[in-house]
């Protein structure tokens, strides 16, 4: 995955429908909570197994939900001048210090 081509294209997105003055951060930041609750949705009043095993609608509909977190996530690092990929790659370090066996 190419963060730096996906940052792209959306940027064109928003600037092709005006919409630079909507993603301040704390907008953006809400937005990915939405979208966050939205997927959380998809697993309410599921079981354990249930929530492993969705039917084929609602994994995609998960998929989507997903990707318009990533998406917000993308554009929230954006604003914010973060590097998601060094900032991901750093947490997995630390993870991997702080858990290691």
Request: net charge negative; hydrophobic share 45%.
């Amino acid at each position: 995955m190419n963060l730096a081509e996906l940052t792209q294209r959306l940027h064109a997105i928003r600037d092709r429908n005006a919409w630079r003055p909507f993603h301040s951060p704390k907008n953006l930041a809400m937005a990915a909570s939405v979208e966050m609750a939205e997927l959380v949705e998809i697993f309410q009043w599921l079981s354990e197994d249930q929530s492993r095993q969705l039917p084929a609608e609602q994994l995609q509909h998960a998929g989507q939900e997903v990707g318009d977190i990533v998406l917000y996530l993308l554009l929230l690092c954006s604003e914010l001048g973060i590097d998601m990929e060094q900032v991901v790659r750093a947490k997995l370090a630390d993870n991997e210090r702080r858990f290691a066996q």
